[in-house]
């Protein structure tokens, strides 16, 4: 994730001088192709006289961008900005007028060709108020234009960092749920070994063994956001397995997993608090109770866990499995993780419990 991101911004950091490069080569080089060649005065004469105006938009376009932007407007100081730039116009437009008039005349008059012929004749003054008002017209627009891209580039920076910054703050909140959990799944799992060792030491030493299986997968093979269905799935059939070890005969249990993960992933210890939960309240020592656990993996990337079992509720006082924050927990990461994505329904009646959780799945990446 961070080397894409890198490479994206690497990408950004030399697309702009590109683009910069581009236009203003358009600029300058575009009317070369537009001039006549039998126009009396040669082309060079002719570009001569255009170019100095794209030179003053040049000017005036990065003085903004470089300096008097960032210097004065995005502080704040607007008066001084509008002051600085319309000193700017006025001597840009000065620059232009004399170039115009006076430095172009003078150069056109010395080439012995037109010497007498195509000096640019003297213009009335409100003729040369228009050329004066029009050059400042497109300084203004030049700038407006500087702005406009600046405060967008600068929208885009904070809005980036924003992103980013609501990022590292879902996946720091992730991270710390992840951890709530783990601690929630070991003890859980050691009150059913506990509850072994008096009538089945045997029992009790296979499931230390399992439990190991277990943790090697909750504490490390999880680590990312997202892991392979296929690994999630077999996780739940040896935390059932092991959950079945200290079961008596009047309780029934079955698991039934439907569907091929294929290249499917998963945010992971999802199903496992549904499954403690259907352990926790599900089962009775002194009477008939069961479980019934069903995954389904549908050809549209749905997964569905379905789980009904016996209702026998904990009291506080009698209650050893926990503190009760896995279904919590759960609704916390399947918001973060997949909000508008997933389904997650309930319904208690006398007798039996039953959960259903829908979930949009992603998935993997060939890589």
Wanted: proline share 4%; aromatic share 12%; with cysteine.
């Amino acid at each position: 994730m961070k080397s894409v991101m890198t490479q994206s911004s690497e990408r950004k950091k030399y697309m702009q001088p590109f683009i910069h490069i581009i236009v203003w080569c358009i600029v300058f080089c575009l009317p070369l192709f537009f001039f006549e060649n039998n126009f009396p005065v040669n082309k060079l004469t002719r570009y001569l006289d255009y170019v100095i105006a794209p030179l003053s938009f040049f000017v005036a376009f990065y003085l903004n961008y470089f300096y008097f932007t960032d210097r004065y407007l995005f502080r704040k100081q607007t008066q001084k900005y509008i002051i600085v730039n319309v000193i700017l116009i006025v001597v840009l437009c000065i620059i232009i007028r004399i170039w115009k008039l006076h430095l172009m005349n003078e150069f056109i008059a010395s080439q012995q060709s037109v010497a007498n012929n195509h000096a640019r004749p003297p213009q009335p003054w409100h003729s040369d108020l228009f050329f004066i008002l029009r050059d400042a017209g497109s300084l203004i627009l030049t700038i407006g234009l500087c702005v406009a891209i600046k405060m967008t580039f600068n929208w885009l920076k904070s809005e980036n960092a924003r992103k980013e910054l609501e990022q590292r703050r879902t996946e720091a909140e992730l991270q710390n749920l992840k951890n709530q959990l783990n601690p929630h799944f070991l003890f859980n799992t050691l009150n059913n070994i506990y509850s072994l060792i008096a009538f089945s030491p045997e029992k009790a030493q296979q499931a230390v063994y399992d439990l190991s299986t277990l943790l090697r997968y909750v504490l490390y093979d999880n680590s990312p956001n997202y892991v392979p269905l296929g690994k999630e799935l077999e996780f739940v059939r040896n935390y059932v397995e092991l959950m079945k070890l200290r079961l008596s005969d009047n309780v029934k249990v079955s698991l039934s997993i439907e569907g091929d993960p294929q290249r499917e992933s998963i945010a992971p210890l999802l199903f496992i608090s549904l499954i403690e939960n259907a352990f926790k309240h599900g089962v009775s020592n002194n009477k008939d109770s069961f479980i019934d656990i069903n995954i389904t993996i549908g050809a549209d990337s749905l997964i569905i866990c379905s789980i009904v079992n016996s209702y026998f509720p904990k009291d506080k006082i009698n209650d050893k499995s926990g503190s009760g924050i896995g279904i919590e927990n759960l609704r916390k990461r399947l918001e973060l993780l997949y909000p508008d994505q997933y389904i997650f329904q309930t319904e208690q009646t006398d007798n039996t419990y039953s959960t259903i959780l829908t979930l949009l799945i992603q998935k993997r990446d060939e890589s």
